[in-house]
C-alpha cells in the first residue's frame, strides 16, 4: 500500500474525506483527487481542500501532501469544498473536469449550497477554472452530484444530448434536481442556476426523503436498453434507505 498522510498543520481538515480517480488527466499516469472538507462546525480548516496527485509509487510507500501537482483551497470559512467529489469527464476539453459539491456553501448565489466544476489542462492542472452551480428554491445543494465520467479510466458516458458527459446537481432539500447538457456548459458563463438553465428538470418522488450526501453514481446501463443511467439514494441513520434508478 501507498501512505498520502493529510497535513499535520490542519487538524480539523478531514483529509481523505472524498477520495476520486481521474483518469489520464497528467501524461502517463493516472490522477488521483483527495479531499479534505473539514469537520462540520470544526474550529479550522473548514473552507476545505482538494488535492491533485499524479500516479507514482512514492518513497518507502509514501506521498508526502506536500507533493500534490495542485491545490484549491476554499474562497471562505465554512465552506467545505470537497465534501462530494465526482468525475465530470471531458465537459470543456478533452480533459477531464472535477465536480465538488459543497452542500454548506452560503457565499454562492441564494446562499444554499452549489456545485463547482473545475477544469484546466496538464500545465494549469484540473483546478484552474472554476464554475459554480446554484439551485434557486433549494438548500444544500450539492449533497448530491452526478457526472459523466467514469472514475479512474478514460471513459465518459452522456445521459442527454451529443456524447458530451453531462452534470446532475442534486440538492439535500428541495423538491427538484437538475440535468444539465453537458455540451453546453463552457458557454453558460460562471455562475449557473440550474433551476433555469437545467436542461431537464426531475421531481423527487413524493415518498423519496432528501438524498443522502455523496450517493449519485453514474451507470453505464443498467437497463439494457443501450443507454446511460444513473442512481441516487437516500440512505441515513434516520429512514430504512431507497435507491432510485433513472433510465
Known amino acids: 500500500?501507498?501512505?498520502?498522510?493529510?497535513?499535520p498543520a490542519l487538524t480539523d481538515a478531514a483529509f481523505g474525506g472524498r477520495v476520486l480517480g481521474l483518469g489520464h488527466f497528467y501524461t502517463g499516469s493516472t490522477t488521483l483527487i483527495v479531499s479534505a472538507p473539514g469537520f462540520v462546525g470544526a474550529p479550522s480548516s473548514t473552507e476545505g481542500r482538494i488535492y491533485a496527485f499524479h500516479g507514482q509509487a512514492g518513497t518507502s510507500g509514501a506521498i508526502s501532501v506536500a507533493s500534490a501537482d495542485k491545490v484549491v483551497v476554499g474562497a471562505a470559512t465554512g465552506l467545505r469544498i470537497g465534501a462530494v467529489l465526482a468525475d465530470l469527464g471531458p465537459i470543456v476539453s478533452a480533459l477531464p473536469s472535477v465536480g465538488s459539491g459543497n452542500p454548506n456553501d452560503t457565499s454562492a448565489p441564494v446562499g444554499a449550497g452549489s456545485v463547482y466544476a473545475f477544469s484546466g489542462n496538464t500545465t494549469t492542472g484540473p483546478f484552474a477554472s472554476e464554475q459554480t452551480f446554484y439551485l434557486t428554491g433549494a438548500s444544500l445543494t450539492g449533497s448530491g452530484l452526478v457526472g459523466g465520467g467514469i472514475p479512474g479510466r478514460d471513459v465518459s458516458v452522456?445521459?442527454?444530448?451529443?456524447?458530451?458527459?453531462?452534470?446532475?446537481?442534486?440538492?439535500?432539500?428541495?423538491t427538484t434536481f437538475g440535468i444539465v447538457d453537458g455540451a453546453k456548459i463552457?458557454?453558460?458563463g460562471g455562475s449557473i442556476d440550474v433551476a433555469a438553465k437545467a436542461d431537464v428538470?426531475?421531481?423527487?418522488?413524493?415518498?423519496f426523503s432528501p438524498p443522502a450526501t455523496g450517493s449519485g453514481?453514474?451507470?453505464?446501463?443498467?437497463?439494457?436498453?443501450?443507454?446511460?443511467?444513473?442512481a441516487i439514494s437516500n440512505g441515513s441513520s434516520t429512514v430504512a434507505g431507497?435507491?432510485?434508478v433513472y433510465w
Do not use: H, K, Q
Open 217 to 230: 453514481s453514474i451507470l453505464t446501463d443498467v437497463d439494457g436498453d443501450g443507454y446511460p443511467d444513473f
Open 201 to 207: 428538470l426531475l421531481t423527487f418522488p413524493a415518498a
Open 1 to 7: 500500500a501507498i501512505v498520502i498522510d493529510g497535513d
Open 186 to 188: 463552457s458557454a453558460l
Open 242 to 244: 431507497e435507491t432510485l
Open 158 to 174: 452522456s445521459l442527454i444530448g451529443n456524447s458530451t458527459p453531462d452534470l446532475v446537481v442534486l440538492p439535500r432539500n428541495g
